[in-house]
């Protein structure tokens, strides 16, 4: 079964820093990959995803993705983060295994606190 | 676009009693939905996946009497924790796939479950 790991538990940053989220995940077949995203008392929000092509994933509100797959790594990236970027950030991975497409498997999540 | 309804968002009830929670897909059809489970501080655990028309998929682990999955039609999949009991406390989320597609899943805004 696939897994997923996130390195930090809790990140503090000020604001205008650089952000790099770490993503790990074990399987070695094909793999789409997410970022979730869960502002205080939301619902999860898509982020980005990779299914395939450049490995280099831009999504919304100027955060990043690079999927190093010889690493097994799908790390997060944003040059100058804001105090609205406070939020808990997901890792999810979706294994192609058999008739089971779309399950996601997330890690523990990455709660990122911006300082203003 | 894509909203996900879940209800309650929290509810508190003595041992014993049995708790009814509903995921509406709002603005699209959803043949598959899922529910999770999501303890302090750890990643959102895949509970079962949710088929209209047919027999919930449970995953390992999951007690299928304990937590009864109906998906009635291709907007509402209720998940009901029957007599629960105190470990059953925790913070539950569902999320729906549109019809026809495999990924990105959409997710409600979670109900938190605290069982007396």
């Known amino acids: 079964a696939q897994s997923v790991s996130q390195h930090n538990h809790h990140v503090i940053l000020s604001e205008a820093a650089s952000l790099e989220l770490g993503c790990n995940y074990s399987y070695g077949g094909t793999v789409n990959l997410f970022w979730y995203v869960q502002y205080p008392g939301q619902h999860l929000q898509l982020l980005l995803k990779y299914f395939s092509g450049d490995p280099l994933v831009k999504g919304i509100k100027g955060f990043e993705a690079e999927f190093i797959k010889s690493k097994f790594s799908f790390n997060l990236r944003k040059p100058s983060v804001q105090w609205s970027d406070t939020a808990e950030y997901f890792c999810a991975v979706n294994a192609h295994s058999g008739g089971s497409n779309y399950k996601l498997t997330f890690g523990k999540g990455t709660l990122l606190t911006v300082n203003p | 676009g894509a909203v996900v309804s879940q209800h309650p968002s929290r509810v508190i009830c003595k041992s014993g009693t049995s708790v009814k929670i509903e995921c509406r897909s709002l603005d699209f059809q959803a043949t598959t939905m899922f529910w999770y489970r999501q303890f302090p501080k750890q990643s959102l655990m895949l509970m079962a996946t949710?088929?209209?028309?047919?027999?919930?998929?449970?995953e390992q682990g999951v007690e299928k009497d304990k937590f009864l999955i109906n998906h009635a039609s291709l907007t509402l999949s209720t998940l009901t924790v029957t007599s629960a009991h105190p470990e059953d406390s925790s913070f539950y989320i569902c999320?729906?796939?549109?019809?026809?597609?495999?990924?990105?899943?959409?997710f409600g805004d979670g109900t938190r479950l605290s069982i007396l």
């Open positions: 949710s088929n209209e028309g047919s027999k919930a998929t449970y």
């Open positions: 999320s729906a796939l549109e019809v026809g597609r495999i990924q990105p899943q959409h």
